[in-house]
């Protein structure tokens, strides 16, 4: 593989051409994108907007902050004996589409085959928030979750599947209301075995 087209580790935040602007500087710049709207930035409403905008930022945009190498650092080996799938369904995420920055939100399943020992499953929500809180695209952000999770528990296989809506396709556009976008990713013996796939959509439908 070229070197130039070699896919960044799971763990890699973005190089930043650019420094990091200050507060003043981007509320500065949502009263642009506001008057870019039509409207008024210096109207009563809107004064305290920029503000508001910015402070979500840090919300919408927490992931760049967090090291999936370490939420996923901690393992248990002592698991009786367990060694058979593991499944975190219905995960709720929502992230920004890196093309439009609106949101994509919907439902992450996620499965794997302990090998070197278990994680807690509230890390594997961590885990999943952690690379949705940026500017994503639903299939780097798939890719992202099953790259992590091999790097750091070595697992015999896992699975992610991904179901989202995103607005730039139901506010915009094509005005898609309700599509669902489904992207999935195997690797090991979920790659492998087809049976271990039919299990792990089998597990996800059970209710
Ligand atoms: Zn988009």
Redesign the pocket.
């Known amino acids: 593989m070229d070197v130039t087209t070699k896919p960044k580790t799971a763990t890699a935040v973005p190089a930043h051409a650019l420094a990091r602007p200050t507060r003043e500087e981007a509320e500065a710049a949502v009263r642009t994108l506001i008057a870019w709207a039509g409207d008024d930035p210096t109207r009563e409403g809107l004064l305290d907007t920029p503000r508001r905008v910015t402070k979500a930022y840090g919300e919408f945009f927490a992931g760049y902050g967090q090291d999936p190498g370490q939420i996923l650092s901690k393992t248990f080996k002592e698991v009786g004996g367990y060694d058979d799938i593991v499944l975190v369904k219905d995960i709720p995420f929502s992230a920004h589409?890196e093309?439009?920055m609106?949101p994509?939100f919907g439902k992450a399943h996620i499965a794997y085959l302990p090998h070197d020992g278990v994680v807690g499953i509230s890390k594997i929500a961590r885990l999943v928030e952690a690379f949705s809180k940026r500017l994503q695209v639903q299939e780097v952000l798939t890719a992202q979750i099953i790259d992590a999770i091999n790097e750091h528990l070595n697992p015999r296989g896992a699975a992610v599947l991904l179901e989202a809506e995103?607005m730039?396709?139901s506010i915009r556009g094509v005005r898609a209301h309700g599509a669902q976008t489904v992207t999935q990713r195997f690797t090991g013996v979920f790659a492998e075995e087809k049976s271990e796939q039919d299990r792990f959509f089998e597990m996800i439908r059970r209710r």
Do not use: E, Q
């Open positions: 589409c093309h439009h609106v994509f995103h730039c396709m």
